[in-house]
T-cell receptor
Framework: GNSVTQMEGPVTLSEEAFLTINCTYT??????LFWYVQYPGEGLQLLLK?????DKGSNKGFEATYRKETTSFHLEKGSVQVSDSAVYFC???????FGKGITLSVRP | DTAVSQTPKYLVTQMGNDKSIKCEQN?????MYWYKQDSKKFLKIMFS???????INETVPNRFSPKSPDKAHLNLHINSLELGDSAVYFC??????????FGDGTRLSIL
């Protein structure tokens, strides 16, 4: 089946630092890949997605590229803000258990 | 214009009680889900319904019973609540195999 492996958290950064959160996948075929974000006290919401190899998803300054050769979908942002503090989940379209995500804390 | 709404937002009750959580979506989606998120933020699927039919039923105690009266509603009834049931429960909906839309969660605390 399809699954993802996320880097271990939590991640703590200073404001304006560069962010990378690693996500690698194993899949039969090429499922769509998603990054979700969960802000404190809220449910998950879709942050960005990519539906095929070499697609780049982007939203709110975040980017992730669906890389077939490295089976990766790493999340990046050039300059994080305090308001980006949240839990981030990587998931293929067919996977319904999201795991524990990565908690990002951004210090002023 | 809330897309996925679940009630109540907070639920505090005693061990042994029976409680229900309601969920409604107005997005026209055909698939709905219940998830449990523990204190470490681990989010695990419990149930999934597609067009009112149960399609996923993970290893969940029989005390948990979902009911889908129509495609827009998926309720969760819990019998004989236990301390370990304390968690945040999320309802979500989607078109099949598409990104999910989540409610804001129901925070269940068992005393």
């Amino acid at each position: 089946g399809n699954s993802v492996t996320q880097m271990e958290g939590p991640v703590t950064l200073s404001e304006e630092a560069f962010l990378t959160i690693n996500c690698t996948y194993t899949a039969t075929g090429y499922p769509s890949l998603f990054w979700y974000v969960q802000y404190p006290g809220e449910g998950l919401q879709l942050l960005l997605k990519a539906t095929k190899a070499d697609d780049k998803g982007s939203n709110k300054g975040f980017e992730a590229t669906y890389r077939k050769e490295t089976t990766s979908f790493h999340l990046e942002k050039g300059s994080v803000q305090v308001s980006d503090s949240a839990v981030y989940f990587c998931a293929p379209s067919s996977k319904l258990t999201f795991g524990k995500g990565i908690t990002l804390s951004v210090r002023p | 214009d809330t897309a996925v709404s679940q009630t109540p937002k907070y639920l505090v009750t005693q061990m042994g009680n029976d409680k229900s959580i309601k969920c409604e979506q107005n997005l026209g989606h055909d698939t709905m889900y219940w998830y449990k998120q523990d204190s470490k933020k681990f989010l695990k699927i419990m149930f999934s319904y597609n067009n009112k039919e149960l399609i996923i039923n993970e290893t969940v105690p029989n005390r948990f019973s979902p009911k889908s009266p129509d495609k827009a509603h998926l309720n969760l009834h819990i019998n004989s609540l236990e301390l370990g049931d304390s968690a945040v429960y999320f309802c979500a909906s989607s078109l099949f195999n598409q990104p999910q839309h989540f409610g804001d969660g129901t925070r269940l605390s068992i005393l």
